[in-house]
């Protein structure tokens, strides 16, 4: 099967495995190269996977989708880190990843209070348009 990681900025990877197991939102799964075609949402999360050479590589993701198709399995996340070591990778996850997470939610939350704000604005402005007086 080929792997392929995409991140919003470039390819992350791309190689040849034989399997590849994972944690996506309904359970964890390990997918073969005649499994049946599959794609699911997944957390945060270390997956592991099977070179051709027999080598086990180690990549934490933050949220994404996989999606396999045929004999080729393709992630789409927001970040990926590969490493030998799952202790660096655990520490990865529990650091950066919700680091990025807190930081996203208060850009929601920014971003939603000036919206109101302009909302508001504009509901003002049609009020004052409305009876002739600026």
């Given at each position: 099967?080929?792997?392929?990681?995409?991140?919003?900025?470039?390819?992350?990877?791309?190689?040849?495995?034989?399997?590849?197991?994972?944690?996506?939102?309904?359970?964890?799964?390990?997918?073969?190269?005649?499994?049946?075609?599959?794609?699911?949402?997944?957390?945060?999360?270390?997956?592991?996977?099977?070179?051709?050479?027999?080598?086990?590589?180690?990549?934490?993701?933050?949220?994404?989708?996989?999606?396999?198709?045929?004999?080729?399995?393709?992630?789409?996340?927001?970040?990926?880190?590969?490493?030998?070591?799952?202790?660096?990778?655990?520490?990865t996850i529990e650091v950066e990843f919700k680091?990025?997470?807190?930081?996203?939610?208060?850009?929601?939350?920014?971003?939603?209070?000036?919206?109101?704000?302009?909302?508001?604005g504009f509901m003002k402005l049609k009020g004052?348009?409305?009876?002739?007086?600026?």
């Amino acid at each position: 099967m080929k792997l392929r990681v995409f991140t919003p900025v470039q390819t992350f990877l791309e190689t040849e495995i034989s399997k590849i197991d994972f944690e996506a939102l309904d359970g964890f799964f390990t997918l073969l190269p005649k499994h049946v075609d599959f794609a699911s949402a997944m957390p945060p999360n270390i997956l592991h996977f099977k070179t051709l050479d027999g080598q086990t590589k180690y990549m934490a993701c933050n949220r994404g989708i996989v999606v396999k198709k045929g004999d080729e399995v393709s992630l789409s996340v927001h970040k990926a880190v590969l490493s030998d070591s799952l202790q660096s990778l655990s520490r990865t996850i529990e650091v950066e990843f919700k680091q990025d997470d807190e930081e996203r939610k208060e850009v929601n939350t920014v971003m939603a209070r000036l919206e109101a704000g302009l909302s508001r604005g504009f509901m003002k402005l049609k009020g004052d348009g409305a009876d002739g007086s600026l």
